[in-house]
């Protein structure tokens, strides 16, 4: 990601690796209506091409879940501290649907795309995290 002034800065996926944050629970996505107004707003061509292109890579990436929590598997001994346990693996899998058909999936996906996108949770959120990083950035 670049910051305004053109910095680069890192973006922690460990999240998906049971390294979640307390408020993921009610939010199933980072998105903000802020990243949706700048492509458009939610009845833009572009925010429908961005859903298509996450459901897409969503399905790809599913379609190859087995092999994603095998190789996190392997992992496990690592030391690597998102990469726990058994329990973690499971819940890595559970993202992923098993249990549904593809278009359930895409259902799916697409609702929680949306809840999290109209989540006043993730408001909150994003200006918390504004302010820590506009106070880390001028310590």
Request: overall charge neutral.
């Amino acid at each position: 990601m670049i910051r305004n002034n053109g910095c680069l800065f890192h973006i922690d996926f460990g999240y998906i690796l049971c390294n979640e944050p307390k408020l993921k629970t009610f939010i199933p996505f980072k998105i903000s209506k802020d990243m949706v107004e700048y492509m458009g707003g939610e009845n833009s061509e572009n925010y429908k091409k961005f859903k298509q292109k996450c459901v897409n890579a969503y399905l790809i990436l599913r379609e190859n879940a087995r092999t994603i929590v095998n190789m996190f598997y392997l992992m496990i001994d690592s030391q690597i501290p998102q990469v726990k346990d058994l329990e973690c693996l499971r819940k890595l899998h559970e993202q992923f649907a098993p249990g549904l058909t593809k278009d359930q999936a895409e259902t799916k996906f697409l609702k929680e795309l949306e809840n999290s996108l109209n989540n006043y949770i993730s408001e909150i959120q994003d200006k918390f995290h504004e302010l820590k990083q506009n106070t880390t950035f001028l310590s």
